[in-house]
């Protein structure tokens, strides 16, 4: 119940794309869903997080979407550039620390 | 700010030997987390401190592993044995917890890239 299932595990995208990102969670306890973006040789680093008492949440070319019913919440990248090529992470908390972190999704962006 | 620091970067020893790695946090931040990341099993918590009390060590492996944090400004993971099994990317984050359950952001350091003969 304290996974939290991130899909896919890779992808490929052209420049201009709109990857999307999925993740899942079971236990409804979670309160907090963070994204990170984790560039090689790099340390994790915070994309954008939400919050389940809202629905989207968009920062630039980021956006999350929550579906709190469906316990499901994704990640879209709008107009993909090839700087974005990354891993990314989805996590999810309940209370102020502990993250569960997803398996991560290696994107590229193809230019 | 200059972030999370890490050392050493990268660590290469021999099964049996012990290994320390170290991290400063970002001045300020009140809460410090060291993680495990594999292949296999992606992103774990080994252990968060909060005002440099060990808080949550119920991710730490098993007894070989050891953190302290000393003070504000340093904090350590000892790896005593080490084991081929260890070799992983440990990474070290710190966080300003804020009163009243608000959320806080975990900044990550780059990692050390421990690799156990």
């Known amino acids: 119940q304290q996974q939290v299932k991130q899909s896919p595990q890779s992808l490929i995208v052209q420049k201009g794309g709109i990857p999307i990102i999925n993740c899942a969670y079971e236990n409804t306890a979670f309160d907090y869903f963070p994204w990170y973006q984790q560039f090689p040789g790099k340390g994790p680093a915070l994309l954008i997080a939400i919050r389940p008492d809202v629905s989207e949440k968009k920062e630039g070319r980021f956006t999350i979407s929550f579906n709190k019913s469906a316990k499901q919440f994704s990640l879209h990248i709008m107009d993909s550039q090839p700087g974005d090529s990354a891993t990314y992470f989805c996590a999810a908390s309940k209370g102020t620390y502990k993250y569960i972190f997803g398996t991560g999704t290696r994107l590229k962006v193809l230019a | 700010d200059a972030g999370v620091i890490q050392s050493p970067r990268h660590e290469v020893t021999e099964m049996g030997q012990e290994v320390t790695l170290r991290c400063k946090p970002i001045s300020g931040h009140n809460s410090l987390f060291w993680y495990r990341q594999t292949m296999m099993r992606g992103l774990e918590l080994l252990i968060y401190?909060?005002?440099?009390?060990?808080?949550?060590d119920s991710g730490m492996p098993e007894d070989r592993f050891s953190a302290k944090m000393p003070n504000a400004s340093f904090s350590t993971l000892k790896i005593q044995p080490s084991e081929p099994r260890d070799s992983a990317v440990y990474f070290c984050?710190?966080?300003?917890?804020?009163?009243?359950?608000?959320?806080?952001?975990?900044?990550f350091g780059p990692g050390t890239r421990l690799t156990v003969l």
């Open positions: 401190f909060n005002n440099n009390v060990p808080i949550d």
């Open positions: 984050a710190s966080s300003l917890a804020l009163a009243g359950g608000l959320k806080d952001t975990q900044y």
